[in-house]
């Protein structure tokens, strides 16, 4: 976008607040509701999710910046039938990471190892499958997270859902399969974190940049010819 066209630091914080005043007509919504369709909580799901995406593009265009997270339009979205009091929750998180340089990833599990050495075996971080476990055992998921460069990690994408239940769980009932059997219709929230959502922009700028590059070549071209064209000058005259 051009520069006469970016949108101005006032449009940007005016589409914020937009976003703030959707929220909470959302969740007045929600709090008012008559039944599992009520066709304002629709409605206002919509407002929220059209000024959620308004502000994202604006706050692209002015500042290069994106938000970490997508509301799903209604066409997207399973109605939800969850509990409207819910008595438990269950938050489920996935993050994907690639092991970019598996030596660090070892050397850094062969440090934990040396320092917490008790005389168990010390050979568990010597191949990555060992060095991964020595590692998420020493270290909360969220540090990993925060760390994981120095762990020889790379970021891939990441989802984060909140799941509503009529009552907790017996302890135990589920840990055999515990990732199975969610209800998507059940989901309160969700928050996706991909490098898919930067993808268009970043081919944008690579278009630029190649428009300028062609652009300067023949700019180039054109001095060299008009130069050869040229005449010496008579040095008597």
């Known amino acids: 976008m051009s520069d006469a066209a970016q949108p101005t630091a006032a449009e940007v914080r005016a589409a914020a607040e937009a976003v703030k005043t959707a929220l909470d007509r959302h969740l007045a919504a929600v709090e008012r509701r008559s039944g599992d369709d009520d066709p304002a909580v629709y409605e206002a799901f919509n407002e929220l999710a059209a ?6 593009e604006l706050l692209y265009d002015r500042y290069d910046e994106v938000t970490p997270f997508e509301i799903p339009g209604a066409e997207d979205a399973l109605p939800y039938t969850g509990p409207e009091e819910p008595n438990a929750l269950s938050v489920l998180i996935r993050r994907d990471y690639a092991v970019a340089e598996p030596q660090r990833l070892i050397a850094q599990a062969q440090r934990i190892e040396a320092a917490d050495d008790d005389g168990t075996d010390t050979e568990a971080g010597s191949t990555v499958h ?10 909360e998921p969220d540090e990993i997270a925060s760390r994981h460069k120095e762990f020889g990690l790379e970021e891939g994408d990441s989802t984060l859902w909140v799941t509503a239940a009529d009552d907790p769980a017996d302890p135990g009932e589920w840990l055999e399969a ?3 059997g969610v209800d998507p219709q059940r ?8 490098a898919v959502f930067d993808d268009e922009p970043d081919d944008d700028i690579g278009d630029d940049l190649a428009d300028e590059e062609e652009t300067e070549e023949l700019e180039d071209g054109l001095e060299l010819d008009e130069d050869e064209d040229l005449e010496p000058l008579d040095a008597e005259r």
Do not use: Q, T
């Not at 000024?51 to 994202?56: I, K, S, V």
């Open 178 to 180: 515990p990732f199975e």
């Open 130 to 139: 060992g060095a991964l476990g020595v590692l998420f055992g020493e270290f």
């Open 187 to 194: 989901v309160v929230c969700r928050f996706d974190v991909s």
């Open 51 to 56: 000024a959620a995406e308004a502000y994202d």
